[in-house]
């Protein structure tokens, strides 16, 4: 919209934008055979790598290719018959042949005064975003495999060094692979070892309790080690921990040293 | 760049889409006092939240606000005075008081009709990319952190259990963590336990030799157990993991044992 300005002042300044907005932008006319393209900004140009020249009057499935989705074309393809707005994101291809994703628009436009309806295409390169989502996605598994090291240490004794930040999905993932190896190894004690905790808040302590809770049913008794003189202060708002009455260690080493005692005993 | 199409078409064709290219667009005229937005998009309307009438003939600084980088809006400032196209990334605020990251290009442009140069203003909420790479940044720092839980067992004697998958960033952590608590704790073993690895690759053979090459410097026996059969095969293409002759077990349960026998005699 526009502040008092003459109609040609507006005309020039929105050319002036259109091929500074960073996405490429097309027009297609529906009513020329094979929807060819009627227009295309400089976006478009150096997104896809193609002159004008090269492109005008041509269909739009040339950026297509071998990995381009069938279902997703077919998707445009529906779109644009039905004369109905059209959001896909569909593997597109460069005149140099390599690959980008494209956040595809399409909207049907009827120009007042042509009279006609025609198509708007709005492409976005968003492949950095998707290899963005993809690395998120591997190290997010990544976290998973790793967070819960149990290492078997002698026959009924496993230790579990606690490393790292929780939260609701991290416990659960703890709890599950904890329950998976105790119930296989059938395990006399599980040392929880808390050196490498530097600080106990509720999501440590909900982890503590949960994990004391699930052993229990097992029959597998929880081993606290690690713990720090701070804990003591920083665990007080959890009224129930004390009532766990739970063993604990300074160390690893201390605790097996009395564990292998009550197991020979 | 358009088609043989007539003027006015042309003019109706970028006027329909300047709507639709799913960034903001605003254009303002620095012959004026202050620098007002003399247009803005729809798009600009839909990110910020304001309509255009209440926002036209105003400068666009009422999107800053407390967490607006002065640095950046210095940056913008120097750019305008001098004619200069200008890119940043800004804190700014919609009209309901909420924060967005808006990615901003700003470009001189001389408008041949006018005589004049006006600035082309085009916005990004680019909200969800910098919480992505936000969370990759966390996720990253957690797999850093996951990735060596050295457990001490006994006097002189830890266990690093080898979980999730390696490359060279991973590997260098680990000899970082490794080299760091050997110094600490003067330990005569460390066990590395791979009954989580399932298969013998490149990335785990060089992992093993520089880490028996850093132990080695430090007088730390490297011990290896939960070795598969199946690795033997796996490991023939690194020809010099025999010579290495490293102690190696099932478990670390036969680890411990041994060793305990050992460092008894």
Same mark, same amino acid.
């Given at each position: 919209?526009?502040?008092?300005?003459?109609?040609?002042?507006?005309?020039?300044?929105?050319?002036?934008?259109?091929?500074?907005?960073?996405?490429?932008?097309?027009?297609?006319?529906?009513?020329?055979?094979?929807?060819?393209?009627?227009?295309?900004?400089?976006?478009?140009?150096? #997104?896809?790598?193609?002159?004008?020249?090269?492109?005008?009057?041509?269909?739009?499935?040339?950026?297509?290719?071998?990995?381009?989705?069938?279902?997703?074309?077919?998707?445009?393809?529906?779109?644009?018959?039905?004369?109905?707005?059209?959001?896909?994101?569909?593997?597109?291809?460069?005149?140099?042949?390599?690959?980008?994703?494209?956040?595809?628009?399409?909207?049907?436009?009827?120009?007042?005064?042509?009279?006609?309806?025609?198509?708007?295409?709005?492409?976005?390169?968003?492949?950095?975003?998707?290899?963005?989502?993809?690395?998120?996605?591997?190290?997010?598994?990544?976290?998973?495999?790793?967070?819960?090291?149990?290492?078997?240490?002698?026959?009924?004794?496993?230790?579990?060094?606690?490393?790292?930040?929780?939260?609701?999905?991290?416990?659960?993932?703890?709890?599950?692979?904890?329950?998976?190896?105790?119930?296989?190894?059938?395990?006399?004690?599980?040392?929880?070892? #808390?050196?490498?905790?530097?600080?106990?808040?509720?999501?440590?302590?909900?982890?503590?309790?949960?994990?004391?809770?699930?052993?229990?049913?097992?029959?597998?008794?929880?081993?606290?080690?690690?713990?720090?003189?701070?804990?003591?202060?920083?665990?007080?708002?959890?009224?129930?921990?004390?009532?766990?009455?739970?063993?604990?260690?300074?160390?690893?080493?201390?605790?097996?040293?009395?564990?292998?005692?009550?197991?020979?005993?």
């Amino acid at each position: 919209m526009f502040a008092r300005l003459e109609e040609i002042q507006q005309n020039e300044f929105i050319k002036a934008a259109i091929d500074r907005v960073g996405t490429g932008v097309v027009i297609t006319d529906p009513e020329q055979e094979d929807n060819p393209m009627v227009y295309c900004n400089k976006g478009f140009q150096e #997104m896809t790598g193609y002159e004008a020249e090269e492109i005008l009057s041509r269909n739009c499935r040339f950026l297509q290719g071998e990995e381009t989705n069938s279902v997703d074309v077919e998707r445009i393809r529906n779109g644009l018959e039905k004369r109905e707005t059209v959001h896909v994101e569909l593997k597109n291809y460069r005149k140099d042949g390599s690959m980008f994703w494209n956040e595809l628009h399409i909207f049907p436009v009827h120009i007042e005064q042509m009279d006609q309806v025609y198509f708007v295409g709005v492409q976005k390169d968003v492949t950095y975003r998707r290899e963005q989502e993809e690395l998120l996605g591997h190290y997010l598994s990544e976290v998973k495999r790793l967070s819960t090291p149990i290492v078997p240490i002698q026959d009924s004794i496993s230790v579990l060094p606690l490393v790292g930040t929780f939260d609701d999905d991290r416990l659960h993932q703890m709890l599950e692979t904890v329950s998976h190896h105790v119930k296989e190894s059938k395990e006399d004690y599980l040392i929880l070892d #808390m050196s490498a905790v530097y600080s106990y808040d509720e999501a440590v302590h909900m982890g503590i309790y949960q994990m004391n809770q699930l052993l229990d049913l097992m029959g597998t008794k929880l081993v606290i080690t690690g713990i720090k003189p701070t804990f003591a202060i920083q665990s007080a708002p959890y009224a129930d921990f004390g009532e766990l009455s739970l063993q604990t260690y300074a160390t690893v080493k201390q605790a097996l040293e009395t564990l292998r005692h009550e197991i020979n005993n």
